[in-house]
């Protein structure tokens, strides 16, 4: 079995952008074919692994899997050379997900790996949520992984309800005569 390292820098080699993650998930679909749990594909290019412990409730853990279209410019011997990169840190994610796979079957309820492309742009929450996928599954929590540096090392951080702000864009059409803020 791959270590969470080896995950990792595997994954940080093939960035991808948007719902276009292909061999992301190839890649991770390989590694969860190395447990026992049943693999689905709520929508293309995302994968959810399923861990039946025979319990009530069932826990989520999910990250994000798309890349930014970005060159890297560092010299480690794992960058991405295709025009795009792991520049927040969606690499990590994935690898600390796949890494709770090992010790999925030792839950006190059933887990759900999700796998979600689209994060960055154009959303890939809300076509999975969409497909009600979700309903077939007693969900007591949804846990999203993020890398924070600043936090302490070693430690897990959470709270109720959100923690972590995401972003979208949106357009505003003001109609009105033209004129500066100075002078309105």
């Known amino acids: 079995m791959p270590t969470i390292i080896e995950n990792r820098r595997n994954l940080h080699q093939i960035p991808e952008i948007e719902l276009t993650t292909q061999k992301t998930a190839q890649y991770i679909e390989n590694v969860l074919d190395l447990y026992d749990c049943t693999i689905d594909h709520p929508i293309p290019n995302s994968v959810t692994a399923f861990f039946d412990n ?8 999910r990250s994000d899997m798309d890349a930014l279209p970005m060159e890297e410019n560092t010299d480690l011997e794992f960058k991405s050379t295709n025009g795009c990169m792991h520049a927040c840190g969606h690499d990590g994610h994935m690898a600390m997900v796949l890494e709770i796979a090992k010790y999925a079957k030792e839950s006190d309820y059933n887990v759900l790996l ?17 497909t009600q996928f979700f309903k077939q ?48």
Do not use: W
Request: hydrophobic letters at 35%.
């Open 54 to 61: 025979k319990k009530e409730k069932t826990i989520v853990f």
């Open 114 to 130: 999700l796998f979600q492309p689209g994060e960055e742009k154009p959303g890939g929450a809300k076509p999975i949520i969409d």
């Open 137 to 184: 599954f007693n969900i007591a929590a949804i846990y999203g992984t993020h890398i924070y540096p600043e936090l302490e090392k070693g430690k897990v951080y959470t709270r109720p309800n959100e923690m972590m702000a995401g972003g979208c864009e949106f357009e505003i059409l003001v109609k009105g005569k033209a004129s500066h803020a100075a002078q309105p």
